[in-house]
């Protein structure tokens, strides 16, 4: 049972290069989001899936597109990278609200710096 | 909407000292309420969750939260810090098919 897994771990962009985060997750979860970390300004939702097949937007969208065609993939794209989206981007998984097991389950992050 | 959020960006105190880290939220609906912990380098992870009974819930590291409906608050306290405490801490509350997260804690625990 590895949880939430994400690759990759680091990269480094180039503005204007493009690159797509993928997100898998073992837990049959119908929920997935991603976030993304910046110092003093905790944790922002980018987008969510509440199914396979669906997603909607977060608080941050803008820059970012995302796929949920299997159900235990989330994928997270940046079509033309800009240097403020440098930042730790972590995808998480849950079950529905209301679940009594309800909690989010948190991949170990990447690391992405756009020059 | 609702909102989470942590008044205190950073907290030192000394090893073995009680510690409590503020967490008040505004919520029109349900309340389910939750405090996550990120070690260095690595994804959050829960530490105890408030869905529905005891207004007061513990962690199985020391860590206790008691939900204060009347306060709307959800503040975090362990009697004695260890070192291994040190990290960043985070409260969130569970909205409509997603959560909010205030803006984390830092806490740093002195020998």
């Known amino acids: 049972n590895a949880g939430v897994t994400q690759t990759p771990k680091f990269r480094v962009l180039k503005t204007g290069q493009s690159m797509t985060l993928l997100c898998a997750q073992d837990?049959?979860?119908?929920?997935m989001y991603w976030y993304r970390q910046d110092p003093g300004m905790g944790l922002r939702l980018i987008h969510y899936?509440?199914?396979?097949?669906?997603?909607a937007k977060g608080e941050v969208p803008d820059g970012y597109n995302v796929s949920r065609l299997k159900k235990q993939n989330f994928l997270l794209g940046l079509e033309s990278a800009a240097p403020s989206q440098t930042s730790v981007y972590f995808c998480?998984?849950?079950?529905?609200?209301?679940?009594?097991?309800?909690?989010?389950?948190f991949g170990p992050g990447t690391r992405l710096t756009v020059l | 909407a609702q909102s989470v959020t942590q008044l205190d960006s950073q907290v030192p105190v000394f090893e073995e000292a009680p510690v409590e880290l503020r967490c008040n939220y505004s919520s029109s609906v349900s309340v389910y309420l939750f405090w996550y912990v990120q070690y260095p380098n690595q994804g959050l992870q829960l530490l105890l969750k408030y869905l529905s009974g005891s207004t007061l819930v513990e962690s199985i590291n020391g860590f206790e939260a008691e939900f204060n409906k009347s306060q709307t608050s959800f503040h975090l306290r362990k009697p004695s810090v260890h070192i291994s405490d040190t990290a960043e801490y985070f409260c969130a509350v569970r909205g409509t098919n997603k959560y909010i997260f205030g803006t984390g804690t830092r806490l740093k625990v002195l020998a």
């Open positions: 998480a998984s849950s079950y529905p609200a209301g679940d009594t097991r309800d909690t989010q389950y």
């Open positions: 899936s509440v199914g396979e097949g669906t997603t």
């Open positions: 837990m049959n979860h119908e929920y």
